[in-house]
């Protein structure tokens, strides 16, 4: 299953998330996403949170709600300057899905520079070379 269509099954409305993360690196095709990792609006995670639906825990300090294989931020970053609108209106959407902009998740990954993210860097750079309607948006 495409991580398009395990948004679309979470049932979330999709116009209230962005899916942050390694989820672009999915819906581009370069790499399967293990996880879905999402910043939504706060009305939306005060619903997930006080539905029962959801565990809150705290990682990196932040709150996040967690189901399943599925992480619910407020914000992707610190200082919460990553929020759902800044999200929403620099990124791309697929297949009816908002993402998080690729060379941002590649500026995301450049900074945490985990070994983890070493390959995802590289698949991001290649791609944002070789399409620059991407690069462009």
Do not use: C
């Amino acid at each position: 299953m495409t991580i398009v269509e395990r948004v679309y099954f979470t049932g979330l409305p999709l116009d209230q998330l962005v899916v942050i993360g390694s989820g672009v690196l999915d819906a581009l095709e370069l790499r399967p996403a293990v996880d879905i990792d999402m910043v939504v609006t706060e009305e939306l995670f005060e619903t997930l949170s006080q539905s029962g639906d959801y565990r809150e825990s705290i990682i990196h300090g932040e709150r996040v709600l967690e189901k399943d294989d599925q992480e619910i931020w407020l914000s992707w970053g610190s200082e919460g300057v990553a929020n759902f609108q800044a999200l929403s209106q620099g990124g791309v959407t697929i297949g009816g899905v908002r993402f998080a902009h690729p060379e941002f998740v590649l500026q995301w990954k450049r900074a945490m520079n985990r070994y983890k993210d070493q390959s995802d860097i590289q698949l991001l750079e290649k791609y944002l070379q070789q399409d620059e309607s991407v690069a462009d948006l």
